[in-house]
């Protein structure tokens, strides 16, 4: 059904398919006629007008002189000057964002300046406190821990080489008297190395634990036996179990770190600690196993009463 507008009388009739009906509604002043089953309209230039631009494109127009049918206004080109407000108007909002970008690398930047100037302190400082520890390593005058112990054991075989020649013809393996320590006088052994058990008592102070060691030992264990007995006094001073797997060197070491014994108690027992492996694994001849067993209790003798200090 087509679309049809024309003029009856003073009104203006319009047939429209039902579908379109409330495109007629939007002109001002319509109504319905049951009668003739058309939408009525007040016959006025602008009423025709309303009409034309709703449904001329697809309307035929009866009663109405030298009218031609006119469809829906097109919308203008745009003219020359609103194509370059549009663009400055881009412009600009592209200019904004860039600006905001923009701020915010200034603000990271900042940041990474300031962390950076902190790291920059930071290596400085420790810069200086490498400089620092140099200049004291340089300016040391203690003398090594291996040049004490050099001069140690030096002194040791000087008494070593002493004794070996006074008694040269000495002694096979075996058990050797024990010496007493009872006030009643007693008559001491002319065996040169119960000599020196008794001198090495004397020296320790006549420490029990000390004593009851070296009366029970052999010319063949003397070395095994005090290194034994000075690093179980050491763990126990220093609380370290027995299931504890560390050495005798480690645990000397600890004990001359934390202040336990002393810098000269702790090359003495390193030097029992040498005759120690000595003996345990060298193939020696006799003078030479006797004079490493007295050279490693007259040691121990010397390092006991701090080992019996520092235990209690």
């Known amino acids: ?47 025709f007008s309303e ?32 194509q370059l407000n549009e663009k400055i108007k881009n412009q600009e909002i592209l200019l904004q964002k860039y600006g905001t970008e923009l701020a915010d690398l200034k603000v990271e930047l900042r940041g990474k300046s ?57 002694l096979k393996e075996s058990s050797h008297p024990k010496v007493t320590t009872s006030t009643q006088p007693a008559t001491i052994s002319a065996d040169p190395f119960v000599q020196i058990v008794s001198r090495a008592i004397s020296i320790a102070g006549r420490d029990r634990d000390f004593e009851v060691t070296v009366n029970n030992t052999t010319l063949s264990r003397a070395a095994l036996d005090l290194a034994t007995a000075a690093e ?11 299931s504890d797997r560390r050495d005798f060197i480690a645990v000397i070491r600890e004990a001359a770190e934390t202040r336990v014994i002393s810098d000269e108690a702790r090359g003495l027992l390193n030097f ?9 694994h060298d193939q020696l001849n006799q003078s030479e196993l006797w004079a490493r067993s007295c050279i490693a209790i007259l040691a121990s003798s010397i390092v006991w009463p701090e080992l019996h200090g520092a235990e209690t």
């Open 232 to 242: 179980k006094k050491l763990r126990k001073s220093l609380g370290i179990p027995s």
């Open 114 to 170: 300031t962390a950076l100037e902190s790291l920059e302190k930071h290596l400085a400082a420790k810069n200086s406190d490498l400089e620092k520890a140099i200049k004291q390593i340089e300016s040391l005058k203690v003398a090594p821990e291996e040049q004490k112990l050099k001069q140690s054991i030096e002194f040791w075989k000087r008494s070593a080489t002493d004794a070996e020649k006074k008694y040269e013809a000495l």
């Open 1 to 47: 059904m087509e679309i049809l507008i024309a003029r009856s009388g003073d009104e203006i009739h319009v047939s429209v398919p039902f579908a379109l009906k409330d495109r007629a509604k939007k002109v001002s002043g319509y109504r319905w006629n049951p009668a003739l089953k058309v939408w009525a309209f007040p016959n006025s230039q602008a009423v």
């Open 272 to 280: 029992v600690r040498q005759n120690r492996n000595r003996v345990a």
């Open 51 to 82: 009409l034309i631009a709703e449904f001329g494109d697809n309307a035929r127009v009866e009663g109405f002189d030298n009218v031609a049918p006119q469809g829906p206004k097109r919308p203008s080109e745009p003219t020359v000057q609103d």
